[in-house]
């Protein structure tokens, strides 16, 4: 079975820019979670689809966004760029059934670079 | 304000060796635990989760939980310089879709 696919996996952009990232789910998997990791902050949590609603959102400014498609793939936006947004972004996938912990499975990441 | 906390390291550990790694937690309503490893580069790879108080076992892994503590570990017997990553400890919050909330992981090395 395929793992979680990350499009692209490096990206350059400058300030001011917008951005879209990709995320494909392990097949059969219908919950998308997204995750931005600095060497300062580590892993932080940004946002959960499932089935194509947002079911949770971490502290992060609105310019942070997603969506997810009823295949369940999923994109995530980050609009009007800065400096700190540079970071490796990561999407991870989950079963979400009643027999499952939800254990969450990694993307290889997308490398975001702000200059 | 939950929270995960994880000694940054480095822990440096003999080969064949046991290498003890240890998180504490802050909310009692957690739910799930889990431990991730990182190799530097590359994105957390799922090692196991523990979800009731005690022991479980791995392979080479046991993660250990207490609950009444708020404290989970994770134990490799007979390391190997494979291990050497650094390893993330999640926790799931209970009673509602919240994600993961990660500590910030532990830098092991093992020395040959």
Request: charged fraction near 15%; proline fraction near 4%.
């Amino acid at each position: 079975k395929a793992g979680v696919t990350q499009t692209p996996r490096y990206l350059i952009k400058t300030r001011g820019q917008q951005v879209t990232l990709s995320c494909s789910p392990i097949s059969g998997h219908r919950s998308v979670s997204w995750y931005q990791q600095t060497p300062g902050q580590g892993l932080q949590f940004l946002f959960e689809y499932f089935s194509e609603t947002q079911r949770n959102k971490g502290n992060f400014p609105g310019r942070f966004s997603g969506r997810q498609f009823s295949n369940s793939r999923s994109e995530m936006n980050v609009s009007t760029l800065e400096l700190g947004d540079s970071a490796l972004y990561l999407c991870a996938s989950s079963a979400m059934t009643a027999s499952s912990y939800n254990e969450q499975f990694f993307g290889p990441g997308t490398r975001l670079t702000v200059l | 304000q939950k929270e995960v906390e994880q000694n940054s390291g480095p822990l440096s550990v003999p080969e064949g060796a046991i290498a003890s790694l240890n998180c504490t937690y802050s909310d009692r309503g957690s739910q799930s635990f889990f431990w991730y490893r990182q190799y530097s580069g590359k994105s957390p790879e799922l090692i196991m989760f523990i979800y009731s108080n005690g022991d479980k076992e791995d392979g080479r892994f046991t993660a250990q939980l207490n609950k009444a503590s708020q404290y989970v570990s994770l134990l490799i017997r007979d390391s190997q310089p494979s291990d050497s990553a650094t390893y993330l400890c999640a926790v799931k919050w209970g009673g509602g879709a919240d994600g993961l909330t990660f500590g910030k992981g532990t830098h092991l090395i093992i020395q040959p």
